[in-house]
């Protein structure tokens, strides 16, 4: 009566590396660190105001990262969400999407794992979202423009 053992097979780095990427928390993974420095620097280049980066993942765990922005009018509110959605359009999941309008006061851009709020100050004061998800690790200030991964 023979025993066989069988043969332990050692998994390749590659897929171990692929396997822990899907359990990174949203805010570990460097292409989203990389896209959200990238989104940042864009809106600090284009001077839009009190830049906020908000870190959702330990309030509720279906959310990643919220990019808050200000804008000093319309027209310059408008400006940027164009240059940003021809800037940024390779990441966005809805390839078809259409400039929004900035009449509005509050554009909104999904990365899925990032969003971005374009706001004029009356809106960002209303809607209050840095309230809202208060509870939220705040990354990135244009105050300190220094980012805490």
Not at 50 to 60: A, F, H, K
Not at 65 to 86: H, P, T
Not at 124 to 136: A, F, T, V
Request: hydrophobic share 40%; proline share 3%; net charge positive.
């Amino acid at each position: 009566m023979s025993i066989r053992r069988k043969r332990k097979l050692k998994p390749k780095p590659q897929k171990i590396e692929q396997i822990e990427q899907k359990f990174l928390k949203v805010s570990e993974k460097q292409e989203v660190r990389k896209l959200v420095e990238e989104i940042v620097n864009f809106l600090d280049d284009k001077k839009m105001q009190n830049i906020i980066v908000m870190n959702l993942e330990i309030v509720n765990p279906y959310f990643g990262i919220f990019i808050i922005a200000s804008a000093n009018s319309y027209l310059q509110l408008g400006m940027v969400a164009k240059e940003f959605q021809k800037k940024f359009f390779d990441y966005m999941p809805e390839k078809n999407s259409k400039t929004q309008d900035a009449q509005s006061g509050w554009l909104i851009f999904d990365f899925v794992d990032v969003i971005v709020h374009l706001f004029m100050p009356e809106q960002r004061s209303y809607y209050n979202l840095e309230k809202l998800w208060g509870d939220s690790e705040i990354i990135y200030t244009s105050d300190t423009k220094q980012f805490q991964w």
